[in-house]
């Protein structure tokens, strides 16, 4: 059973070489030979358009090749245009520094720098040439598309059926990325630790690269009011195996602002974090300036305690209470 959910939801050719580009998805004038037929063919010929992929070959894909983390982390930097950030003082700016099998001349060493200084998750003794799986893949994928800003959507919570092979952390993502519809379930099985594929690989980033260009709103666009909101969840039963979460918010400062939320994170112990943003008023319109409220509604598996909490550039720290 589907349950509600709302979430928030970063050069070298060679084999799986990936040019960063500015992505511009439209008829593609290429054609890989091993492609024919393939449901993937129109998006990753795209890729190539776009020269964000490159082949085996000069016209050979290899679409059931398994991807490696170099050219992973390569694709997802490339295809997300994840950036470099600044350094300052005597900050690391070598791939080595963070990583013991990275060495700073390999054609991916820059893509794993610019991996880290988005957030990406890589452990420091990852391989670059070790198979990446298709859970490592969603979920480094997911980080880089939550490093370029918000995008609230209003979901539903998605039941896998081999869930349980999954981290918390990648169960999070892939929650994300179902709901945005970037990747999809086979028989409600999501195969987390088969290794992922060139073709499965180039048709996520496709997709998670039109959907950030669509809808995710950059982190500096936030204007939400400055305040230490204090918070309240409310939990009732919903239905079957639901629970209804009421989120209030105080302290706001007149009856124009209103709620979203932002996005849903599971925890351990059966603990859930709701994160939120504040809408501002209508501008065209009049409101008494008077301290007021808000609520937004949520939905949550049953057995799960809730607290709240901002997301970045909204406010200071919330207080959080939570009902039962």
């Not at 959910?5 to 070489?17: D, P, Q, V």
């Not at 694709?75 to 990275?102: H, M, Y």
Request: charged share 20%; proline share 6%; aromatic share 8%.
């Amino acid at each position: 059973m589907n349950k509600p959910f709302l979430n928030h939801a970063t050069k070298m050719t060679i084999a799986c070489g990936i040019l960063a580009a500015s992505l511009s998805f439209g008829t593609s004038a290429f054609a890989f030979s091993d492609l024919k037929g393939d449901p993937a063919e129109a998006k990753i010929n795209a890729l190539h358009d776009a020269g964000i992929i490159n082949g085996v070959t000069s016209d050979k894909f290899a679409p059931k090749s398994k991807v490696t983390f170099a050219q992973g982390v390569q694709f997802i930097v490339s295809g997300l245009e994840l950036s470099s950030k600044p350094t300052s003082g005597n900050s690391p700016t070598k791939a080595s520094n963070f990583f013991d099998k990275v060495n700073d001349k390999a054609w991916y060493a820059s893509a794993f720098l610019i991996a880290k200084q988005n957030g990406l998750s890589l452990d420091k003794d990852v391989n670059p040439n070790g198979s990446i799986t298709r859970a490592q893949f969603a979920h480094l994928m997911t980080q880089a598309l939550l490093s370029k800003g918000d995008f609230p959507v209003t979901k539903m919570f998605v039941n896998i059926a081999d869930g349980s092979k999954l981290t918390a952390e990648e169960s999070n993502s892939l929650q994300i990325l179902l709901n945005t519809h970037i990747v999809t379930l086979e028989d409600s099985k999501f195969r987390p630790n088969d290794a992922v594929t060139r073709s499965e690989a180039a048709v996520w980033i496709h997709d998670a690269a039109e959907f950030a260009k669509r809808v995710i709103i950059p982190e500096d666009s936030s204007t939400a009011p400055t305040s230490n909101f204090e918070t309240e969840v409310t939990l009732e039963k919903a239905a079957e195996g639901v629970n209804k979460a009421t989120l209030t918010v105080n302290n706001l400062p007149n009856p124009g602002y209103g709620l979203v939320v932002e996005r849903i994170e599971f925890g351990k112990d059966k603990t859930a974090v709701i994160y939120f943003s504040v809408t501002e008023p209508d501008p065209d319109k009049m409101y008494p300036q008077v301290i007021s409220k808000a609520s937004v509604v949520t939905y949550l598996p049953d057995g799960y305690k809730a607290s709240a909490q901002p997301v970045k550039g909204t406010s200071s720290p919330a207080s959080s209470s939570v009902i039962q």
